[in-house]
């Protein structure tokens, strides 16, 4: 009985007519804070640091093509 179940509900779910997929919300930052961090970087450059922060401009890319 429960497989019934199991296979019933999984049939309905292939008839759902849209699909969510929810997108992060960007946090703004400010341009004292984009200066500031510049500064920092400026002041102690660390290639794994440069990474990363390429690493989040990329994820912050993705963000904003799922919201367009």
Do not use: F
């Amino acid at each position: 009985m429960r497989r019934l179940v199991l296979v019933a509900l999984m049939g309905l779910t292939g008839c759902s007519p849209m699909h969510y997929v929810p997108c992060p919300t960007l946090v703004p930052y400010s341009t004292a804070d984009q200066a500031a961090l510049v500064a920092e970087i400026q002041a102690n450059p660390q290639p794994q640091t440069t990474r990363w922060i390429g690493d989040y401009i990329g994820l912050r890319d993705q963000v904003r093509a799922c919201r367009k």
